[in-house]
Nanobody, 124 residues
Framework: QVQLVESGGGLVQAGGSLRLSCAASGRAFSNYAMGWFRQAPGKEREFVARITRSGSITGYADSVKGRFIISRDNAKNTVYLQMNSLKPEDTAVYYC?????????????????WGQGIQVTVSS
């Protein structure tokens, strides 16, 4: 079992940047594929970004491609989401997720472990 704790959210103006962090407990972090998802009020949880175990391969939703960067530091058991050029439509609760099988899916069903979520609000 792994526990995930997000940090780094908050309020930012449109065009600004934030970096989210997700710290994982346990010693098997490097075996997990990791993902970021988000959920806006009244909407379903949607895929944002994913990263393989080694960090060598990443993937993004079209809505964030070119603006967001996912990365990981296996020595620190942490995955990051650098969010640049933020837009009001990026406002949501952001969740990190882990998949022990190593599969980097784009559906929330592909991930077994979830953080509690953190609010990101982008003002216009």
């Amino acid at each position: 079992q792994v526990q995930l704790v997000e940090s780094g959210g908050g309020l930012v103006q449109a065009g600004g940047s934030l970096r989210l962090s997700c710290a994982a407990s346990g010693r098997a972090f490097s075996n997990y594929a990791m993902g970021w998802f988000r959920q806006a009020p009244g909407k379903e949880r949607e895929f944002v970004a994913r990263i393989t175990r080694s960090g060598s391969i990443t993937g993004y939703a079209d809505s964030v491609k070119g603006r967001f960067i996912i990365s990981r530091d296996n020595a620190k058991n942490t995955v990051y989401l650098q969010m640049n050029s933020l837009k009001p439509e990026d406002t949501a609760v952001y969740y990190c997720a882990a998949n022990p099988s190593g599969y980097t899916g784009t559906y929330f069903q592909d991930y077994d472990y979830w953080g509690q979520g953190i609010q990101v609000t982008v003002s216009s």
